[in-house]
């Protein structure tokens, strides 16, 4: 399957016995002072006062921040600068924070926090889309991406369908809440300890907000515990928040949010609203799509517009639209400013079009996998060749001149039985009038790559020491998707060593520098290459010393492997003795390695190029049970294929698929963000927010929880043949909804083409009331 070892997590053993440490663990200098939030009371409301002068004189207050007392910049907005890091004259949504306070303990902090004067003018918020579109509040211009003529193609259409459909955000619920600590050293340097996906943005940011050049801050990030976007520009606030408080105080200073503040604050998955109108043939081919797209950016910009971008751009998901007309709306909300989240659009994108191709296959009366399939890029047999390019203009070929998808189609189709499983599930809702189960498969075409070119860049610094052992310096931050585990690998491989050998360092601005966030999927191509373009550098030095040594041609060939370097006359010699040789040779033993992802274009006014590298694609088969009187449902059995490439790791690339899915199940069925009239946050906690456990998996054991890795699949020009597992695996999980779907279906009265619909996330009450729609 792979040439790398399927070796565990690098820090396996450190998660599970408690050992590895994360921001708010490590050792803090003496005398860390504690910051906690004053937040607003309103969704939407004019500063009239904000009086602090009893909190300052509190137990234990060391200082209490507000925006009067930046010195810099009052903004961390990623894009653009519209968001201040503290408000000083309106309120923008329910629980923003006013103030914070600095004292010696979380507990006088809190205490303290409730001696804060506020009086707040009410002004009218905008909570929904209705309100957005109302209002006219939106972020920015409307994005439009054509192609063909739309309006034409519906015209002439054999049949059309329209409709509005919603899915609701997401909760990135991280095990480990936002944590930042700093502190100012004897060098005058501020260090900044944050759990961040973007370490050099942290920087920028706090430089920024303190008024400061970059060179005077230093951010590290140890490991974090779960992001999932979540921490890719909203820690930048929380890190900006410590330094202030280190820089006035002169003490080092932490946030450690508690869960109920972190939801409360922080952005979460963008929810979209999407009007479309299809054309489509009585195969149910697609032949024109018209669709306005509108996200809930929340108040302030944020990474909406890329993540508006990549979902316009994924409305195809794995299928040839021929003639396309989008426009692409950023709803300015009183809510928190919505962020990226693992799929970063692609997800609401994908899940607009199978909400369509659901709608055509029940209209024509066909089977929903056999109007997929008809849909494909190239058709069902690949063999079309002028449907091979997306409706932003990039081929979607593979470099070999394939299309993987029909071979995934194929493959998942097989390991999930689903021939087999359509008459099991007949069978059972025949005999059944109380539950009913619904069977679905739904394929995944993902792009790599960040929207942005300029951030498909990686750097790594790589030292080797006398002993001929190593460390690996890279730019990308682990958050327990095992990044650090595939840089073992890849720098193990590259220099012949042994794993052990080895060690990655914790991730600092002060080794490699204006690096790009870990996110996009990107981390392991990036860092990857970078790693081994570092260690390249070396062992070429280290094969002219050896050549030198033994009196060898320029040309002639040397290579390293299982801790020995070897020449192909037979000449050997160990890695140890080789770097031995290299340094009394006063020859370098450290290099940087820095990758830039060739060939990727984007036009922003126009949204078409070739932004992405190359595909991830996937297929599952997912079957469900539904009870007609509760909506409760489970998930009988979910068989997943998944195009990885030729992995660096087998192991952790299986983790991320599973794990991708489950979280998407989660988005898809059961968490649900719930605001009050007044704009205030209900879910704030795993009692009202509910996240998937491994009781909504079916058991490995039995055989029906299953994930199969595409075999002969090694990607050319990306790192040893491997490719992206992180965003991808998480739309596999739409064929549990189709299933749910599939299943509400069969509760129908009598006979129907009218399209089911079925609110996402669908919850129990969603599927109940679907239910209750097709008995009527």
């Known amino acids: ?9 690098e820090s396996a053993i450190g998660h599970v016995t408690g050992a590895a440490r994360y921001t708010d663990e490590l ?8 910051m906690m939030p004053v937040l607003a009371s309103q969704a939407h409301a004019r500063i009239v006062r904000l009086d602090v002068s009893a909190a300052r004189l ?3 207050v060391v200082d209490v921040i507000t925006a009067a007392d930046i010195p810099g910049i009052n903004d961390t907005g990623a894009i653009v600068q519209d968001e201040p890091l503290l408000p000083s004259t309106t309120v923008e949504f329910y629980g923003q924070a006013l103030a914070w306070i600095v004292a010696k303990t979380d507990a006088q902090a809190m205490s303290a926090a409730k001696l804060v004067r506020v009086e707040l003018a009410p002004l009218t918020p905008i909570l929904s889309f209705s309100d957005a579109k109302a209002a006219q509040a939106y972020h920015m211009a409307p994005k439009t991406l054509i192609r063909g003529d739309a309006e034409s193609a519906l015209a002439q259409a054999p049949h059309r369908l329209n409709g509005v459909f919603e899915s609701g955000g997401q909760d990135h619920f991280y095990l480990e809440t936002h944590a930042s600590w700093a502190y100012v050293d004897s060098e005058n340097l501020l260090r900044v300890h944050a759990a961040t996906q973007h370490p050099s943005e942290t920087q920028h940011i706090v430089a920024r907000v303190l008024g400061v050049a970059h060179h005077e801050v230093v951010v590290s990030c140890v490991r974090m515990g779960g992001a999932f976007g979540g921490k890719e520009t909203q820690a930048n606030a929380f890190a900006a928040l410590v330094a202030l408080a280190a820089v006035r105080t002169g003490k080092p200073v932490r946030i450690k949010l508690k869960r109920e503040a972190d939801m ?15 054309g489509f043939d009585r195969n149910g081919r697609i032949t024109a799509l018209r669709a306005e797209l509108t996200c809930d950016g929340g108040w302030s910009l944020d990474l909406t517009l890329p993540v508006l971008t990549r979902a316009m751009a994924h409305i195809d998901n794995a299928y040839y639209l021929p003639h396309v007309h989008l426009t692409g709306l950023m709803a300015r909300t009183n809510k928190v400013s919505n962020t990226a989240f693992r799929g970063f659009g692609g997800p609401q994108g994908i899940l607009v079009i199978e909400e369509i191709i659901s709608a055509i296959a029940r209209q024509l009366a066909l089977a929903p996998e056999l109007v997929r399939a008809h849909n494909f890029y190239g058709g069902e047999s690949g063999a079309e060749l002028a449907r091979d390019h997306t409706h932003y203009g990039q081929p979607v070929r593979d470099a070999d001149g394939g299309l993987r998808m029909q ?10 039985n689903y021939s087999e499983r359509i008459q099991a599930v007949a069978a059972f809702n025949q005999s059944s009038p109380v539950r009913k189960r619904g069977l679905a498969i739904t394929p995944v075409k993902f792009g790599i790559s960040f929207n942005k070119v300029v951030y498909n860049q990686g750097g790594a610094h790589v030292l080797i020491y006398h002993d001929g052992s190593v460390h690996v310096n890279h730019g990308g931050t682990e958050m327990g998707q095992g990044l650090h585990s595939k840089m073992l690998a890849v720098a193990a491989r590259t220099l012949g060593v042994a794993q052990s050998h080895i060690k990655v360092m914790v991730t600092s601005t002060e080794k490699v520098p204006n690096t790009s966030a870990t996110a996009a999927s990107a981390g392991a191509d990036l860092n990857g290459q970078a790693v081994k373009s570092a260690c390249d550098t070396i062992l070429a030095r280290i094969f002219a010393v050896l ?4 009196d060898l041609s320029d040309e002639s060939e040397l290579s390293a492997a299982d801790d020995q370097v070897s020449s192909a006359c037979g000449k050997q010699i160990s890695f140890k003795d080789a770097v031995v040789l290299t340094y009394e040779a006063r020859v370098s033993l450290a290099a940087t390695g820095f990758y830039a992802t060739p060939g990727l274009s984007w036009d922003m006014d126009s949204n078409t190029g070739h932004p992405f590298y190359y595909f991830a694609c996937g297929a599952a088969v997912s079957e469900v049970e539904v009870d007609g009187y509760t909506g409760e449902w489970r998930l009988c059995a979910a068989h997943l294929v998944h195009d990885v490439g030729d992995s660096l790791n087998p192991l952790i690339d299986i983790g991320q698929i599973e794990g991708g899915f489950v979280q998407g199940m989660g988005w898809l069925t059961m968490e649900e963000l719930v605001w009050d009239p007044n ?4 879910t704030v906690a795993p009692s009202t927010y509910k996240i998937p456990t491994i009781s909504e998996v079916p058991d490995a054991l039995t055989g029906q929880f299953s994930t199969t890795l595409l075999d002969n699949a090694a990607q050319p020009g990306v790192i040893y043949g491997s490719k992206a597992a992180g965003e ?6 739409i064929s549990v909804r189709e299933a749910l779907r599939d299943a509400v279906a069969a509760f129908a009265t009598k006979p129907s083409h009218a399209p089911i619909s079925l609110a996402c996330p669908s919850t129990p009450e969603a599927i109940l009331r679907a239910v209750a729609a097709v008995r009527n």
């Open 58 to 60: 509190a137990d234990g």
């Open 728 to 733: 991808p695996p998480l739309m596999l999980a």
């Open 1 to 9: 399957m792979s040439a790398m070892a399927a070796n565990p997590h």
């Open 264 to 278: 409360v604050l922080t952005g979460k998955r963008h929810p979209f609203q999407t009007q479309y109108e299809v």
């Open 407 to 416: 071979r995934i189609w194929q493959l998942a189709l097989r390991q999930g």
């Open 27 to 34: 050792h803090m200098p003496a005398g860390c002072l504690s």
């Open 679 to 682: 704009g205030r946050l209900r």
């Open 547 to 550: 050549r030198k040594h033994w």
